[in-house]
Each structure stands twice: as C-alpha cells, then as structure tokens.
C-alpha cells in the first residue's frame, strides 16, 4: 500500500496533466491554478524536512564528535544566527539578516562563482591537447571561435568572424539541436515509463 | 585546516562578535532633531474629483543615511495611521530639493492580510500620534468607514452566496444590507473625501532601520476641481456628406467624468462665449460667486462617458436638411454656413463642473479625402483558448522591411529584415514575393520567399543610396494580385546605413492611419477602447477576462458580527434600449418590497404636484413619477426578472442571475475606426453576422440576449487545442511504439542495445570505491523534483544504491532540494534493503546542504576534499556549478561519472569526468541498468522514434529546397 497509493496518485495526476497540456478550457487551468495553489502552499512545509536534515546529520557529528566536527558548529550557528535575525528584525533592508546576506552570502557566493573562471582555464588545458585527431579538431574550432570573438581575429583575417560564426550557427547548433531532440524523447520516455508505472525507482521502497 | 576545539571557539567568537557590532557604527549617538523632515505641505491636486492631495517635503541630505521615509495619515492630528512609503537609495540619496508624494485615487484600506490588532508605531515616545497600518480589527477599522470614500472589491461568488442579511432601522425606515466578513473580500480601498481635512506626517528611517522623530502634523484639503482641459481638438466638414468629425486627445485623469460634449459657436459670439468661460471659471473658484452669463454656445451632441474606461475620442455628427436633430438629449440646431462656427469640446464631471476647449476651425473637405474602412472585417471568438478572447481581422496580410546591414565594408552586400502581419483567415504564407530596384528603377533582383526567414541577402552592383522594394503576398485564401506593397530603403547619414523608409500599398502610405477598436457589452452603453494598432497590422485579439468581482461602496458597519455592510441591490445588464438597468436584489423577498416602495413614491409625489407652484417642480415631480412607473414595469415584467421570480430555491435563483450577469459582462460588440489623429477618420458600422455560431449556454440562460452571437460575441472555451493534434498524434505514434517494443521484450525476443561506456563502468566505478575503502558521492543534480532529468538521476541513485549496498560500500548524497530530500532518502533506504543489507543503511548517508547554488557546490566540494570520495557520480540537471564540482573531483583522484541534459554544461563533463552519460544518455541508463523488458522496451521505441524524427527531418529539407513548404506548414510554429 505505501507505494500502491502514491503511485495511483501519480499516475493519475500524470494523465490529468498530459489531458490539461491538449485541453485550453477555462475548467482545465482553474484545475491547474488550483493545483499551483496548494503546491505553494505545501512545498513550504518541505523546508522544514531540509533543516531538520541539517539539524541530524551535524548534530550527530558533534555529538560522537567525529572528525572535523567543529565545521557542524559553525554550520548550525550559522543557520541559527541568520534565522534569529530575521525572526528577531525582520528582512528588510538595513536589518542585521540584510547585512549577513549582503556581507557575508553575497561575498561568498561571489568567491565561489569567481573561482569559476580559473576551473575553465583548466578545463580549456585538458579539452584543448592536441592528443589525438579529434582533439585536434576541437581545438583549431575553438581558437577560430575564441578569435572572432575578438577584434585580433578580425584584425587576422576577415574571414575569422565569418567562421567563428558558421563554426557556431552551423555544426555547433546542429549538435546542440540533436542533443534537444534525445532530451526530449528521453524525457518523454521517462515521464511516459512513471504514468505507466513501469519506471518505480523514484518511489523508493515498502509494499 | 584542521579545526579544534578552541579553534573551532574563537571562530564561532568572532563571527557572534562580528554580527552584533557590525550595524552599531550606525547606531551611534546622533542629534534625532536633526532628521526631523522639513517644509512639510500637503496640496491639492489640480483638475481631480477631489480625492487626491500631493505631499512635498525637504528630503534630508545624503550624509544622513535615509533608507525611506514614511508617511503617515489621519482625520486628526492625534491618531495618524501608517499609508505608505517612498524608498531611497541610500547610496545617491535623493537628486532633488523637494519630495513628493501622491495620495490619489483609491488605495488600500484593509484586507485580510492587514495586522491583526492596532500597534503604536515602534521606536516612538509613548506621546507619539503614531500607529502602524490600519488593523484587520473592525472596532478600529469600523469608524475610519465615515472618513474616507471606501469600495469594497468583493468576489462575486462571497457577494452573492456568502452575505448574511442585515436589517437597520433609521429615523422609523428600515434598510437591509448585505454583511460580509471582512475575508469574503479581495480588499477595501479608500479614497479621500472632497473637502474633508486630512493631517500628515513623515518620518525617516536610517540605514540601520532607526526611526526618526515625526515632523509636524500638516492639514490638506482635497478640492473636487473641474476636469482637466483636454491639449486639442480637431474639427473637419466633410462637404459632400455634410457630416461634421471630431477628434481628441483624451485627456489624463477621467475618474469622475460624465459626459462628452460638443459645441458650435458662431465667430461673432467667440467673445461672449470667452466670458462665460471666464466667468465659469471664476464661479469655481469662489461659489458664492453669483452668474449672469448665458452660454452662446449651441450643443449639437452629447453623450455619456464614464470611468473606468478608455472612451471613444471620435465623434461624426450628420448635418441634414440644415440642421442637426437628436431628440434624445433634446438637440435642434439650425447651421448656417460652417465657416462662421467654431467647435468646442466639454468635460462635465460629477459635480457638475464643465471645462471647454480652446475653440477649434473647421477644416473643409471631402470624403475621398478620408480612409477607406474594408467591408472585409471580421469579429468571432479565438478558437483554441480558454474562452478569454475574441479575435478581429480585417484585410490581406502586410509585408514591410524592418532593417537593413551591410555585409561587407564595399557595402555591396546587404542584409534586409522584413515581417509579415497576418490574420487569422491568412494564416498560412505560402510566398513572398519581392522586386529590388536600384535608384534608376533598373532591377536588381526578384525573390521569392518560400520560406519566411524574415530576412534577404542581397548582393548590389554598387553601394546605393536608396534601393526600391515591390513586394506582394500570397498566402491560404484568395490574396489576389493587386496588392503590391512598396517600401524603400534610404540611407541614413545618423546611423551610417541604410533604413526603411515609408509604406505603400498601392500608392497610400500604409501607416499614416491607425486603427482603433471600439467595444461595448450589454452592461454599459458606452463604446470604451479594445486596441489601437498600427495601419499595417491585420488583426487584434480582444482579452475577455474572466473577472468576477462585485465592486461595492461601504460606510457601514455591524461591529458585534464583525461584517461590513453593503446595499444588496446589484445590475445584471441594461434593458434592450440600453437605457435603464435591471436591478435586482440578493434577497428575493426585497424584489416585492421594492415594488410597494416604488407605489409609496408615485403616491407621495403625485399628492405633493397640488402644492406645487412652479411648472419646473411640477416638470419634476412628473419625471419622478414616470420613472416609477417604469421601475415597477420592469420588475413586473422584464423577462429575466419574471424568471427569475419564478425560482423557489434562494442559490437557484442566484445562479440563473449570475449566468445573465456574466453573459451581458462578457459579451461584446465592436465598431472600428481608422484615424490619423486629427478627425479625418472612417467609421466602420457594428459589426454583425447572421451565422450564429455555437454557444456555451443553456437556453434558458440565453433566451433574453436576441442579439448574442450576431452582433455580440461571448468568447468560446474550448476542450481541445487543435493546433496541437500534431504533438498528440505524435505521442499516440510514440505511446503506441512503447507498446509494442515492450511486448516484444517480453516475448523474448532479444533487443540489442547499443552498448554507453558510461554506464557499463558504473558497475566498475562502484567496485573501485569498494576495493579502495572509500565511499562513493552521488549528486542528483540542483533543480526541484518536478524536473524529469532529476527524476532520471533518482532511478540511477536506486541502482547505484543497491550495488553499493551490495558491496558495503558507504553511499553520500548531498540534495539542494528539500522536496528531493526524502524521496532520495526513501530511495537509498529501499535500495538497501532490496540488497538484503538494511544494516549497512545510514539514515544520514542522505542528506540536505543548502538551497544556494554556491555555497551547495562548497559543501559538495568540502565533502569531496574531507572524505576522500573515490567515485563522484553526478546525474541530473546542473547548472554553473558543474565545472566547480568535476574539476574538484578530479583534483582529489575520484573516478567521475556524469550525466545531464544540460545542453551548456556537457562540454565541462566531458573534459573534467571520467565517463559522461549526454542527454538522453542519462534517460536510458536507468533502463541499461535494470535490465528489464519493460524498460528496454521503452528504450528501444526512443531509438526507433528517432529514425522516425531523423527521416521528416531529410524529407523536409528535400521538400523544402525544392519550394514544397506543405510539410513544414503541417506543423505548428510553436
């Protein structure tokens, strides 16, 4: 029954929502409105599920006091500082939960997303070695790419902006194209295998 | 960096440390006299219905930090209510010397989400006049009803069936109001009342949130002004029809408008005319002001125009036989010769003030001097939608240029953009045709467009200045020959290129005129603006929205039921003559009464016209009369209030005048002008069809609206979109494709799967973890669960799950949504027991980091570096963080394996991973994995959909490059 009835639920849901895709009737989206309503209603209530799987699994490490416990301490008073000033202030601007997000998030968010541009320079390394005749190929396709970019490429050749952009109009959305259309099937398929109740994987266990 | 304990202290130290003295810098002692707003006014707002006062304040200097500054409104200076607040950038601070602030028109007053109880204003002495927001508390709200004009924004169905009657007995009459909780409404707003004193305040607020002290209360007084003069009117005689047009611009603020006018004044009696102007405008500014002046001016039309809509600002009035004749508002102008007059235009307001025009000349001429209307315009509901919309078009599709690049720096090549404005009767462009010319009118090239790219290269002999352009169109239906678009290409010395220039079709410049849309439904006599649109476009769609809200004015209140009170009284349309409306009440019972109160009038009236001296109040006293008369005629005998008298069950009763009500709101006529702005219009006829189409009501509902489906359309909902047959026939071909594969995988029969590298080595990435003593990270991917590519990722964690399972090896899946949170952990947990191993599941193996993008792949990173995860497994959607991830992955030596449909992060899987699964790679695995023939089925049905797909894609292009477009058309285009 545990997995029986959620998948009669989804299987049900499913088929009214591939019905709600074909069907522009004013009683198909008010059904569909309605649904989005209680989503937002409910999905809140997920959050709670989120913290108390923060709460467990540092908790637990700072109770048996495993390696590097001291990282949970910091997490939850992180968590629990933040949400106090919000509760305590409120999340308006100037409050002291804007602060922490404006002088301490955002920053690090920023750092995070900075570091980026050093892991694509090495990435470019790896993907551009000329090891063999096809990484030879992607690597004279993104120099001519990586130069129309730029006014040196035009500067080089005129015909170097022209190629930059057969390079990506042409072979490049074709490939793109080609993965779109798998991704579709493949999407298709899978939601098709969970209406059908033949993919179950996802329900996770208990009869 | 290994933490201890005391390490791990001084951190947690200061980060408390830091948080608590980080805002106080800004806390410091300061002077709070010197925050207090100065030059604080409140003024009248010119040319309004006496609702609207304008605040004006010295805003303080950037130095001091102001975050906002709030305003605070009241009847008294002791009892001021929060109303709103103008934010500042903190940062510039405010440009200006002076702020404003505009309290006008309606604003909220209260609503459900209001405070619950009423709260001094924080941070203020105890002495301070200052209270938050109004509360939803009706014993504070109740008596602030008389101070303000309040309207009740209720939706239809609480009004109709969620009202409790309510019986309050004044001076010996009793009155029934409709009482509704204060949550049966979507707000109540209010707006000031005219010549009332309203006192106001402002506060700062600091960056730090601290507020400063109030300024002194100011007095405002609203004044209800005459409407604002309208900037120009145009004034043309059509000679050969003898019809005068007129044309406006509307002007802005039109909330108590009521009629439209128009005046012709003779020349020689301008001057007499200007003193009454004059004098009016005294009278206005001084009402004990007594006049003496007759307005010379002599009205030849008028009509109704009412808020909330945008009205019609045309007007034609036929001259016949020399005069102008409207016996409904009592027009008989004789009109001389048209050169001696001059026209006016008046507002007239609710008060009763009128304000004119600046006189405006005749401009003489002919009607072929004026645009064409197309007898070829068509009104009928949008097919396909939900019933929200009507369509109207007219005319044959239009092809015009939108820009032009050079190609090159010879400037010998050129790249041309042009549209297509169709309709919905030619909706299908079959080609395009297109005639270049150079500046000698020698051609260049012919085109034709088989396919609509929207964009031409062509190549010149030479740069030119101008180059000429025919085009014609050919689409479904009869397009015809003749009509032969030509646009020029000029260049433009600003831009240093070439630019469209101006449109013909067949020699008349296309967008010299615009169109506008007139509608009007059974519930309003007015025409009130649907669209304006360009000459060249074919087609607008109406929005017929489905709004169902009841507006109501409410001054009273029932404290101890805590309901607001309301008149039961509601209209359901007009009467067929568009003149008076059908009033009905909630409660039946009150329909009887209202005919004996009807009967008392008529008796009253009729005793008091012996006493009456003057023939005016006699005149009066007999209109009041008649209009009883016809009110008791109505309710006897209007069809839809005889049935609806006839129904016994109160809801009953309510529905069937509900269903006329929304039929007479949502059914609409149309009428279209063609304009250039300055009265030289055509005017199309109402548009009507004897086809009636189907309708969505029953009979009975319909059987008063004779007119419905003729002249007024009703916007259809539909059961089926038809333009996506394509896609459900395409998804019956795939469902059917399933079927079929998977009863042949049951048979038996053996389907070869073309064998992915990435998920033959699952098996060989989980043994490698295993034999290393190391546990393996699985992350399912950053997006919520209602994304297919994390559900993939999901079935993929059950089976790499159970392998892990199977060999003891420890599993770690970090989520980043909450809701994937325990569906992952349900997975794993089942994937462990179906192992034969619910000993080895941790219940924490599974569990939630962070919902921001950043500080997940920190943690995921974090996890990566600490616990030396030997097999990294990413598998569903993937945003910029996917690099961050794999290449941290690689540095630690982890074997990695991923897969997304994520077309911009596959290239950073495959330089950093291992193995990655592309696109619908990730869709199968699950599949590859389990083995089964219900899946492989499914799999092998994707692959021969694909050959079906890779084929129309070859037939297509060979059909396409030989200019049979049918294949394309066949499907939709979006």
């Known amino acids: ?207 | 960096m290994k933490l201890n304990y005391a390490k791990a202290g001084i951190v947690l130290f200061l980060m408390v440390f830091g948080f608590l003295l980080a805002p106080i810098p800004s806390h410091a002692a300061v002077d709070t006299s010197s925050y207090i707003v100065e030059n604080l006014r409140a003024n009248d707002i010119p040319d309004d219905d006496g609702s609207g006062l304008v605040l004006s304040w010295k805003p303080l200097p950037k130095e001091k930090r102001i975050i906002e500054y709030r305003i605070y409104r009241g009847v008294t200076s002791d009892s001021l209510f929060y109303h709103g607040k103008v934010d500042v950038n903190v940062k510039t601070g405010v440009a200006g010397d002076v702020m404003y602030y505009y309290d006008s028109g309606y604003n909220r007053f209260v609503d459900i989400q209001s405070p619950r109880k009423l709260k001094k204003e924080k941070q203020q002495p105890d002495d301070s006049p200052l209270f938050g927001r109004l509360p939803r508390d009706i014993t504070v709200t109740g008596p602030q009803l008389t101070n303000y004009r309040i309207l009740g924004v209720i939706p239809e169905k609480d009004f109709l069936y969620k009202n409790t009657k309510i019986e309050i007995t004044e001076d010996d009459e009793t009155k029934v109001y409709a009482g509704l909780k204060l949550r049966h409404f979507h707000y109540l707003l209010k707006k000031l009342r005219a010549e009332k004193e309203y006192y106001y305040t402002v506060i700062a607020v600091t960056e730090s949130r601290k507020y400063m002290p109030y300024a002194e209360p100011v007095i405002g007084i609203p004044i209800d002004n005459s409407p604002e003069k309208i900037r120009e009117l145009y004034s043309v005689y059509v000679e050969d029809k003898t019809r005068l047009q007129f044309e406006w611009i509307r002007s802005l603020f039109t909330d108590d408008q009521t009629n439209h006018s128009v005046y012709l004044v003779k020349k020689t009696d301008l001057n007499k005319f200007n003193a009454y102007v004059e004098e009016q405008q005294k009278a206005e500014m001084d009402p004990e002001l007594e006049t003496s002046l007759e307005n010379p001016a002599q009205l030849i039309y008028q009509r109704y125009c009412g808020y909330p809509y945008t009205p019609d600002n045309t007007v034609a009035v036929n001259i016949i036989d020399g005069k102008i004749i409207n016996e409904d508002r009592d027009i008989d102008v004789e009109v001389g010769n048209i050169e001696d007059y001059v026209a006016v235009f008046s507002l007239q307001d609710r008060a009763g003030y009128e304000t004119f025009s600046d006189p405006s000349t005749f401009e003489i001429t002919n009607s072929s001097n004026l645009p064409k209307i197309s007898d070829e315009w068509i009104v009928e509901d949008r097919k396909n939608d939900k019933g929200d919309y009507n369509a109207i078009y007219w005319e044959k599709p239009t092809v015009f240029l939108t820009n032009c690049t050079y190609l090159n720096d010879d400037k010998t090549k050129i790249l041309v953009n042009y549209d297509i404005y169709k309709n919905v009767k030619y909706d299908k462009i079959k080609n395009v045709y297109f005639i270049v010319s150079d500046e000698d009118g020698k051609e260049i090239t012919s085109i034709n467009e088989f396919y609509q790219d929207n964009k031409l290269k062509i190549t010149l002999e030479k740069p030119s200045n101008k180059i000429s352009f025919e085009m014609r169109v050919v689409a479904n239906g009869d397009t015809g020959e003749d009509q032969i678009y030509t646009q020029d290409l000029i260049f433009n010395e600003d831009v240093k290129s070439l630019q469209p220039g101006l449109l013909y079709l067949n020699g008349e410049e296309v967008n010299k005129y615009t169109y506008s849309i007139y509608k009007n439904n059974y519930s309003n006599e007015e025409w009130r603006l649907s669209k304006n649109t360009l000459g060249a476009q074919r087609e607008i769609v109406d929005n017929i929205s489905f709004s169902s809200t009841t507006f109501k004015g409410v001054s009273k209140f029932d404290a101890k039921k805590g309901l607001f009170l309301v008149t039961p009284t509601f209209t359901v349309r007009l009467d067929d003559e568009l003149e008076n409306p059908i009033v009905t009440n909630l409660y039946a019972e009150e329909v009887a009464k209202s005919i004996e109160n009807y009967k008392k009038e008529i008796a009253e009236y009729t005793a008091s016209k012996d006493t009456l001296e003057t023939e005016a109040d006699i005149t009066n006293a007999d209109a009041a009369i008649e209009y009883y008369q016809e009110q008791i005629e109505l309710v006897k005998n209007n069809p839809i209030l005889k049935k609806a008298a006839t129904i016994k069950s109160k809801k009953s009763r309510l529905k069937f005048l509900e269903k006329v009500k929304t039929i007479a709101g949502r059914s609409f006529k149309y009428k279209m002008v063609k304009t250039d702005g300055k009265a030289h219009f055509a005017l199309s006829e109402v548009y009507y069809t004897e086809e009636v189409g189907k309708l969505p009501f029953n009979k009975s509902a319909r059987e008063t609206y004779t007119t419905l489906g003729k002249d007024h359309f009703y916007p259809i909902p539909n059961w089926f979109q038809a333009d996506k047959l394509p896609a459900l026939f395409a998804t019956f071909i795939f469902g059917f494709m399933v079927f079929f594969m998977i009863r042949q995988a049951k048979s038996g029969k053996e389907l070869y799967i073309r064998p992915i590298a990435g998920i033959d080595e699952i098996d060989n990435a989980i043994g490698r973890a295993t034999e290393m003593g190391k546990p393996i990270l699985f992350v399912p991917g950053l997006s919520g669960i209602s994304d297919v590519a994390t559900l993939a990722g999901l079935s993929i964690l059950g089976r790499v799950a159970k392998k892990a399972a199977e060999y003891d090896t420890k599993i770690l899946v970090p989520v980043r949504d909450y809701i994937v949170l325990p569906i992952a952990q349900e997975v794993v947990k089942e994937a462990h027991y179906e192992a034969g191993r619910p000993d080895s599941h941790d219940k924490n193996s599974v569990f939630f980091i962070t919902t921001a993008q950043f500080a997940f792949v920190a943690g995921v990173n974090g996890i990566m570096i600490r616990e030396k995860t030997a097999t990294n497994f990413y598998m569903g959607m993937f945003f910029a963080e996917s690099l961050i991830m794999t290449e941290t992955g690689s540095t630690t030596g982890a074997i990695q394996i991923a897969g997304t449909d994520a077309v911009t992060q596959i290239p950073f899987f495959i330089t950093t991973c291992d193995y990655t699964l592309i696109g619908e790679e990730l869709y199968a695995a699950s599949a590859y994995l389990a083995r089964e023939p219900l899946q492989l089925g499914t799999l092998k049905a994707v692959d021969y959909y694909k050959f079906i797909i890779l084929a129309f894609v070859i037939i297509g292009t060979i059909f396409s490059t030989v200019h049979a477009t049918f294949l394309i058309n066949a499907f939709p285009t979006k």
Do not use: C
Not at chain 1, 43 to 60: N, Q, Y
Not at chain 1, 68 to 79: D, E, F
Not at chain 1, 145 to 164: C, D, R, T
């Open chain 1, 1 to 207: 029954m545990k997995r029986r009835i959620p998948l009669i639920i989804i299987i049900t849901m499913g088929f009214m929502f591939v019905a709600h895709s074909f069907i522009p009737h004013k009683v198909s989206a008010d059904f569909f409105d309605w649904f989005q309503d209680w989503v937002k209603a409910v999905s809140p209530f997920a959050v709670s599920l989120g913290i108390m799987s923060l709460f467990m699994v540092h908790g637990t490490k700072i109770k048996r006091k495993v390696p590097n416990w001291q990282y949970s301490v910091i997490t939850l008073s992180g968590l629990i500082f933040t949400a106090l000033a919000g509760f305590i202030w409120g999340t308006h601007v100037g409050t002291p939960y804007m602060w922490l997000f404006e002088n301490v998030q955002m920053p690090m968010s920023a750092t995070m997303f900075a570091l980026l541009a050093f892991y694509i320079a090495s990435a470019a390394y790896k993907a551009f070695r000329a090891r063999s005749a096809e990484a030879t190929v992607l690597l004279i396709a993104a120099v001519i790419v990586m130069l129309g970019q730029v006014p040196l490429g035009a500067m080089i050749s005129k015909w170097i902006p022209e190629a930059s952009t057969w390079i990506l109009n042409v072979p490049n959305l074709a490939a793109k194209r080609a993965i779109m259309i798998g991704v579709g099937l493949g999407i298709t398929a899978t939601s098709l295998k969970i209406l059908l109740g033949i993919e179950r994987t996802y329900l996770g266990g208990g009869d």
